[in-house]
């Protein structure tokens, strides 16, 4: 097939049992432009040899998962989770800067869910405005963008406690646009009658950090974690999302994060050539110009 | 125990397993005096006896599920679709005037999801509108409320795609609010940050049409359909939303609808028993008072 859209990056976790050098090979291999990682296989190399994979692979760095869970009341667990945050943006920094020209400092945000036996939703929510109060110094001196990504609300209680774009800007939007911006993941938000109107919001405020794509697929399988499609397998129309974030002016990569086993159980070079012909059939039209 | 809160109606499809006759006998039994009824175990023993019985029961009745599944396109199906919600708005109104005083004629309805083969939320959702608009005659003539039901997002796709209750009252808000109102179903919106604003906004425009609770329980089961718990055994804080809904001035029976597996396999007087308890305990501090 003809050479992937040069906005496509492929977040590792969709080739999860590839090893990051394997990842990196494998984009490469496919034609492929960029790539958004995780935290779990930079560690397992550790962060400088990483970042030498990285820069020697020519990759993009479109983001790095992930940041967050920094629901718990005051305590130890809160500050190992905001030192995990610190050295997450750390991280960031590291890689944005060992990726190639237009990588993207970026360091998505999964909120966390209730604490264990809370049912204070109210507060759980003010507890992440608190953690990045504390964290969006750091950021801004790392020059990395903190992501906050809302969640299917059929997450709210046990993963991410931030469930709509609308709610994710009203956060986001206490700092400056420059460190603290919002994901529009299609999976999270495609059901949302306000989605068009926040999008439109965040591309005003400058607040779309990261675009991601997946599809919603039908009956939902037993693990609802593990509940995204490739792109054109499921319910959404990528066409009028994307192009709402094209309009609000986002020009960044464009990631597809997969969590499904049986994409997990292919082979990590089929996943990455039948995810490029999805992302061409099904948002690649429509999809915002390359930077 | 004590006799139950008199605000508590249980909906039948808690006691699923029981008949019409087994599921009123035992609401009287155990000193209950409301109950929700579904279509099929009504037309069972066919409308005007089922009347008969439920005036001879001596219980009110506080809704009829379930109208809806309309957002199929012009054509037979939805012609067939609109037929049927035109009988159950008849059942509603003959249902309603052979329950005790106290009775509401209402008429939930679920909107249906996507039609087959089709991405197009919008539309649907414009179908839903539609629908109402043929329809709110009727109901208005028949003294009957029909009640907009926003399911939970992740039922978006396959079952409803109203999916909030903001947008549940844009739609409503087209017609008269003794006709059109919502339901308020704190398993569907406990994760709506903006829900206290929308259950005011609802209140003001008298559109509460029904009040529903039952609990949101982790980890979800492999049929997300059946993933309602009993108060109390999962994570929904249900004192702010009661108080909201008492506040917005809605004085109406409470309803617990329940799906779960395994409170179906239950005796049904011990359901009954068991919820009545569950009710006092994270509900009745709360509730609006008794008509």
Redesign the interface.
């Known amino acids: 097939m003809s050479r992937p859209d040069p906005r496509l990056s492929i977040n590792q976790a969709t080739i999860k049992y590839a090893s990051l050098a394997d990842a990196l090979r494998v984009m490469s291999d496919s034609g492929m432009q960029s790539i958004g990682l995780w935290r779990e296989p930079v560690a397992e190399v550790g962060l400088d040899r990483a970042a030498r994979m990285l820069a020697d692979s020519g990759l993009r760095f479109s983001s790095l998962c992930r940041g967050g869970f920094f629901t718990a009341p005051e305590g130890a667990e809160r500050r190992a989770a905001l030192d995990a945050n610190r050295r997450a943006i750390e991280e960031t920094a590291t890689l944005a800067a060992a990726g190639a020209e237009g990588s993207a400092a970026v360091l998505v945000l999964v909120a966390g869910g209730?604490p264990a036996d809370s049912?204070?939703?109210?507060g759980a929510?003010e507890r992440v405005v608190d953690a990045l109060a504390e964290l969006e110094p750091e950021a801004s001196a790392a020059g990395v963008a903190l992501a906050v990504e809302p969640l299917?609300?059929?997450y709210?209680?046990?993963r991410a406690v931030v469930?709509?774009l609308?709610?994710a800007l009203?956060i986001a939007e206490r700092f400056p646009a420059a460190s603290v911006g919002v994901v529009v993941d299609t999976f999270h938000v495609?059901?949302?009658?306000?989605l068009l109107r926040q999008i439109a919001r965040a591309g005003a405020g400058g607040r779309i950090a990261s675009y991601q794509v997946c599809d919603?697929v039908?009956?939902?399988p037993?693990?609802?974690l593990l509940a995204r499609g490739m792109m054109g397998d499921?319910?959404?129309?990528f066409a009028?999302i994307t192009a709402a974030v094209a309009e609000a002016g986002y020009t960044g990569d464009i990631e597809v994060e997969i969590f499904n086993e049986s994409i997990w159980a292919e082979d990590p070079a089929s996943v990455v050539a039948r995810t490029a012909e999805a992302f061409e059939r099904c948002v690649g039209a429509t999809a915002p110009a390359a930077r």
Request: hydrophobic share 40%; glycine share 6%.
């Open positions: 209730l049912r204070d939703l109210v929510r299917h609300p059929m709210a209680a046990d469930s709509t609308g709610q009203d495609w059901w949302d009658p306000d919603w039908t009956p939902l037993a693990d609802v499921g319910h959404i129309d009028p």
